[in-house]
């Protein structure tokens, strides 16, 4: 029985799926033996340092991880960086197919004078950091001034916004990162401004994420009534489906606004980002709006308008994406998920996604080339394999308990590996 050896580069939600789809397409006649590879020492991505720490729901998906690398024909290989540890060319050379599950983890830019002030920073820090992400744990975090500005459309710029306008000690229970909490129970910020560049119809907040906010107990959520309407009317008497959903969601935040807190989440539509302020440190920001421009304080900008892939030698990039052809890169290389498409959909959409691109790569896979694998070239690299993984999972669930926590998590690298054994 032939048994095919496939490389996955990154262990988020799009690689867990790939593996999935393989594992799903074994049969008598092939098995698929999946080695997955992470630079972190902790796997699931995004689904431990992307998703808001306030919604557990959706880091139950873990538990399908862990079904999935259960199957003993998968192993993982973490705190092992593609670049530094090992290279694609290699890992082409030894498997029968290599994917790259590597997301989009570089924020975008504005492109504006001010955004590289001190105060100024991308989603793409400020979320590992509160995250626990060992690359971001020294990230400063200004949280001085009264205000703090959000700058996107999309539910990562409304988690952040979530994230700053909280009653901080509702995020005890969960397992935002320790230096976070205490950095956010010490704010100063008590207006959290929301602003988009087009109007309530064209955001993509998910209905969801919207429908949850006025269930904030300590926090006032704005919407001008005026927008929302001007946007049903500008939507037309059809809008599709996730439009209306998004309008009637904001409709029922206009009509229920709050104003007893000390704490307020404030939307602005058809606001356009000009300058960010200030000489050493962000003091304030300008906005083109129809009525003309409109400055307003702050003391912290965040903007979350996209993310991108970061570059790999040996893999083509173009627009902050791999070069691919539905998944087909070249040669034995392929790509899924955010790196593949964008950064777009939620972590179920990586799901079809994976199982298309799956489906394509089985039908490239002549006989297999039993040429080693990973294993061989990785001679003094600590690697972090399901064993050790287990070992820090269990660890950090240990010690949130105590606290009421689903986990504990260690942020620095030397702790994780101590976790793990090492």
């Known amino acids: 029985m032939p048994t095919y050896k496939i490389a996955i580069v990154g262990a988020g939600p799009a690689g867990y799926f790939a593996a999935q789809a393989l594992q799903n397409l074994q049969s008598e006649d092939r098995i698929f033996a999946i080695d997955m590879i992470e630079r972190l020492p902790t796997p699931w991505g995004l689904v431990r340092s992307g998703v808001a720490p306030d919604h557990p729901k959706i880091k139950t998906v873990s538990k399908v991880f862990e079904k999935i690398a259960a199957d003993p024909n998968f192993r993982l290989f973490a705190n092992v960086e593609i670049g530094s540890d090992i290279t694609i060319a290699q890992l082409q050379e030894k498997y029968d197919a290599v994917v790259v599950a590597t997301g989009s983890a570089v924020g975008k830019k504005l492109g504006i004078p001010g955004e590289n002030l001190k105060g100024s920073m991308s989603a793409a820090e400020f979320v590992p950091w509160y995250n626990a992400h060992p690359d971001f744990a020294d990230v400063e975090v200004p949280l001085t001034s009264d205000t703090a500005v959000v700058i996107g459309a999309g539910n990562v710029a409304m988690d952040v916004a979530r994230m700053l306008a909280l009653e901080p000690s509702e995020l005890d229970p969960t397992d935002t990162a320790d230096h976070a909490i205490d950095a956010l129970k010490a704010s100063a910020i008590r207006d959290v401004y929301i602003s988009a560049r087009r109007g309530p119809e064209h955001a993509a907040f998910t209905s969801p994420e919207l429908r949850e906010l006025p269930k904030l107990e300590h926090t006032n959520v704005v919407m001008n009534k005026a927008d929302i309407e001007a946007a049903v009317v500008r939507a037309g008497a059809e809008p599709e489906k996730d439009v209306k959903s998004n309008l009637d969601a904001m409709a029922l935040i206009a009509d229920s606004q709050k104003s007893e807190h000390q704490r307020t989440m404030r939307f602005l539509f058809q606001h356009t980002p000009k300058e960010i302020l200030g000489t050493d440190h962000v003091k304030g920001i300008v906005y083109s709006t129809p009525n003309g421009d409109v400055t307003i304080k702050c003391g912290l900008v965040i903007t979350a308008i996209g993310y991108q892939a970061a570059n790999i030698d040996g893999v083509p990039y173009e627009n902050g994406k791999v070069v691919n052809t539905d998944g087909r890169v070249k040669d034995n290389l392929y790509?899924?998920?955010?790196?593949?498409?964008?950064?777009?959909?939620?972590?179920?959409?990586?799901?079809?996604?994976?199982?298309?691109?799956?489906?394509?790569?089985?039908?490239?896979?002549?006989?297999?080339?039993?040429?080693?694998?990973?294993?061989?070239?990785?001679?003094?690299?600590?690697?972090?394999?399901?064993?050790?993984?287990?070992?820090?999972?269990?660890?950090?669930?240990?010690?949130?308990?105590?606290?009421?926590?689903?986990?504990?998590?260690?942020?620095?690298?030397?702790?994780?590996?101590?976790?793990?054994?090492?």
Do not use: C, Y
Request: net charge positive.
């Open 335 to 422: 790509v899924v998920g955010w790196a593949k498409r964008g950064p777009s959909g939620v972590i179920g959409t990586n799901k079809s996604d994976a199982a298309a691109v799956v489906e394509l790569m089985i039908n490239d896979l002549k006989s297999p080339k039993n040429a080693g694998d990973i294993s061989q070239l990785l001679t003094s690299q600590t690697v972090i394999d399901q064993i050790a993984w287990q070992k820090i999972n269990e660890a950090e669930i240990a010690a949130g308990e105590p606290h009421g926590k689903p986990r504990k998590k260690a942020i620095l690298r030397k702790d994780l590996l101590h976790l793990g054994g090492f």
